[in-house]
């Protein structure tokens, strides 16, 4: 019997010829990445280790991206013990306000998350690398600990599924309609502990940003991880920014999948998920008389170029509705950088929104846009659970960068053809 991408990856750094789901093993881990709410924890109980040194001072990532910039004296102190870690144990990859962004956008722009690799994260979003062939999850912080020290974890292997969605998208609709439509299939426990494999016509086309968006929300079906298989596109982007080696896999023809769901694209149209699950989707036309207080666009999911691209088309000569805060944070600094010297952050703020420095900000309901008792957003982020983004009274409802935009015009959930004819 063949094995995915996913099992392949896991048997090459468990120095295996094959595993099979269920089965535990110890794997070399390639990169370990923490944040300033999860990396703290890992470094306390390094140096309640007594340990001197860390693994690899090349593969090691503290991005502190939830409260960039430092929104009181706590959040403070967590990025101190971070920059006091990385220079005593001469970590190479910290980067602070100026060169921060968004971790799971930031890293692969710097060519840290390669093809092959076994990537693990104090952060559940780690699952977005497997837009670029790596087998890549989020974990805890000691065991973020363990894997500074030693290079290494253990798994069980998951189980697979593989997810093949036909024919072309229509106007309007974007990878962030595919998964928001595919968690509302299959339920927030519907890959539970799984391998979830993109694949099919209409993900072939998509640009490696809207993969990466994909791969980000496998985690919000319960997902161990999210993969797409290598192609064109995606060495198109790895080639110029490689800083190590990579590897391929591909899955084989009789490889083993629990579940294959096909999924007709052309079919779609933009999808809404309404509070307090991702699983909650309708189709935006069903839910277009929500009036919103806040639109959100930014966070790992959508908050890179492609996404304020589009946006600023929409926006271009029209303004934001008087009762709405539209807040634009870009990912990281390049995208931010690349928004100045095309005129994005101008349309923006012609059109009354704000335009940020890189964060997650808002998405986690750290700063930046917290939301009030009974208040409601829409957001281009990933979550959506109750208080998610502020008062446990208030509601989020998730969508992608288009109906976001469209909906900060109207003051309500609105479809793009509503604004842009």
Wanted: with cysteine.
């Amino acid at each position: 019997m063949g094995m995915t991408i996913s099992e392949k990856i896991l048997a090459s750094h468990a120095k295996k010829d094959f595993v099979e789901p269920g089965e535990i093993i110890d794997v070399d881990v390639d990169f370990c990445l923490g944040n300033d709410i999860t990396a703290p924890i890992s470094i306390n109980r390094i140096r309640d280790l007594g340990a001197k040194k860390v693994w690899d001072t090349e593969r090691i990532a503290l991005v502190p991206d939830h409260f960039t910039p430092a929104k009181d004296i706590k959040s403070a102190e967590q990025v101190k013990m971070l920059r006091d870690f990385a220079r005593e144990y001469d970590i190479r990859y910290f980067f602070e306000i100026g060169r921060v962004g968004v971790e799971h956008v930031l890293l692969p722009e710097m060519g840290l998350t390669l093809p092959g690799d076994v990537i693990i994260g104090a952060d559940s979003h780690t699952c977005t690398y497997g837009a670029f062939g790596a087998f890549s999850t989020g974990v805890g912080s000691t065991d973020l600990a363990f894997t500074m020290l030693t290079g290494k974890t253990w798994f069980k292997v998951p189980e697979q599924m593989k997810f093949v969605y036909k024919g072309k998208l229509g106007k309007w609709v974007s990878s962030k309609d595919l998964i928001l439509h595919t968690i509302g299939k299959i339920g927030v426990s519907g890959a539970l502990y799984r391998s979830m494999e993109f694949t099919g016509e209409a993900v072939k086309h998509l640009s490696i940003d809207s993969r990466a968006t994909m791969a980000n929300m496998a985690i919000e079906a319960g997902a161990k991880n999210g993969i797409f298989a290598v192609d064109n596109v995606t060495l198109d982007y790895i080639k110029p920014r490689a800083r190590r080696d990579w590897k391929i896999f591909e899955s084989d023809n009789d490889a083993n999948y629990v579940d294959i769901i096909e999924i007709d694209a052309s079919s779609l149209e933009p999808q809404v998920s309404l509070p307090h699950l991702p699983e909650n989707t309708k189709n935006v036309s069903e839910v277009s008389d929500i009036k919103i207080d806040q639109a959100f666009l930014g966070a790992c999911t959508n908050g890179k170029y492609e996404d304020m691209e589009i946006a600023a088309k929409i926006l271009d000569g029209k303004k934001v509705h008087p009762d709405v805060r539209f807040i634009v944070i870009p990912a990281t600094p390049l995208v931010y950088d690349m928004c100045l010297k095309n005129g994005l952050i101008k349309i923006f703020t012609d059109a009354g929104a704000v335009f940020s420095t890189p964060t997650c900000g808002p998405c986690l309901g750290g700063h930046m846009g917290i939301l009030a008792k009974g208040e409601r957003a829409i957001a281009s982020s990933n979550r959506n659970f109750v208080g998610r983004m502020g008062h446990p009274e208030s509601e989020v409802y998730l969508a992608s960068p288009e109906v976001v935009t469209a909906s900060a015009i109207k003051g309500r959930i609105a479809h793009p053809d509503e604004v842009v004819r």
